[in-house]
């Protein structure tokens, strides 16, 4: 039944992205309506798989990369809705969603099996670290696709090259204002996931901080989005500048989230 949800989940998160793809070369109502249609679809699905993976293991699935890779898609899937439906911006999801599908499609790559728990991670600390950690990794996802389609948009009004494409595309201010409130969203998630897990760290190794790669690049991380915030409440950091930050801050989070477990050892790795 796992095996199932999850190759389903799989199929209709493709179906989503070929359908918001097709409408960013066609966007007719019709298209924006399926596209909506089939990742809501989709994201019921992967959440009854999240569900019966969860019952089937005993704890939240959140352990290896294959489970928080699918946590880490099924965060982005449900974050990005939310903001469909306040801002009715259809074209963010060919921007958002291949990011998921590819995130999903990734966790294909990593051993599915569930393995007995380390002892380390039998804590009330781990639904509550790594969920709101994997949030704060959606929020600044959709930042990334809302840059991504800043620059785009501040190039075509720069070189006036108002065609079909920047026709397509929200106002810069829109863009902006996006990229904003994911900040606002993640950044306190992240600082909330920080603290939690040094509370959880000092349970489970004696330390509150012990410069583990994962906690040296997540403090990365933090500091990266906290001058991104910084910059905007204080200096005026909007537009362009916010929109590169964001996209370097999503870069820097990936090689928290992927390369810290891929190419270095510690107390977080774990594949």
């Known amino acids: 039944m796992n095996a199932l949800l999850f190759t389903l ?3 209709v998160y493709l179906a989503a992205t070929v ?3 097709a409408y960013l070369v066609k966007p007719r109502e019709i298209l924006g309506k399926v596209s909506r249609w089939l990742l809501t679809a989709g994201f019921v699905v992967h959440c009854a798989y ?3 993976r969860y019952l089937e293991a005993g704890h939240t699935p959140i352990t290896n990369l294959h489970e928080s890779l699918s946590f880490f898609s099924l965060a982005i899937v449900g974050l990005y809705l939310l903001f469909e439906r306040k801002y009715r911006i259809v074209i963010l999801g060919s921007f958002v969603t291949p990011l998921a599908f590819l995130i999903m499609a990734g966790s294909t790559g990593f051993p599915s099996a569930i393995m007995p728990l380390n002892p380390a991670l039998k804590s009330k600390w781990l639904m509550l ?9 959606a929020a600044f996802t959709v930042a990334f696709g809302a840059a991504i389609m800043y620059l785009i948009q501040q190039y075509f009004l720069k070189n006036k090259k108002l065609g079909p494409m920047y026709q397509k595309l929200p106002s810069l201010d829109v863009l902006d204002e996006i990229n904003y409130r994911c900040l606002t969203i993640g950044f306190p998630l992240l600082t909330f996931a920080i603290i939690s897990g040094a509370i959880w760290a000092e349970s489970a190794w004696g330390t ?19 001058a991104l915030l910084h910059g ?9 500048k916010a929109a590169i930050l964001a996209i370097v801050g999503f870069f820097v989070l990936l090689f928290t989230f992927l390369g810290v477990n891929l190419f270095m050892s510690g107390l977080h790795s774990y594949k």
Not at 208 to 226: C, G, M, N, Q, R
């Open 9 to 11: 989940t799989l199929a």
């Open 232 to 240: 905007r409440l204080t200096t005026g950091w909007r537009g362009k």
């Open 208 to 226: 509150y901080w012990s410069w583990d790669p994962k906690e040296t690049w997540s403090l990365i991380t933090w500091f990266v989005y906290a």
């Open 129 to 137: 670290h790594t969920s709101m950690a994997f949030l704060s990794y």
């Open 19 to 21: 359908a918001y793809l």
């Open 50 to 52: 999240t569900v019966d």
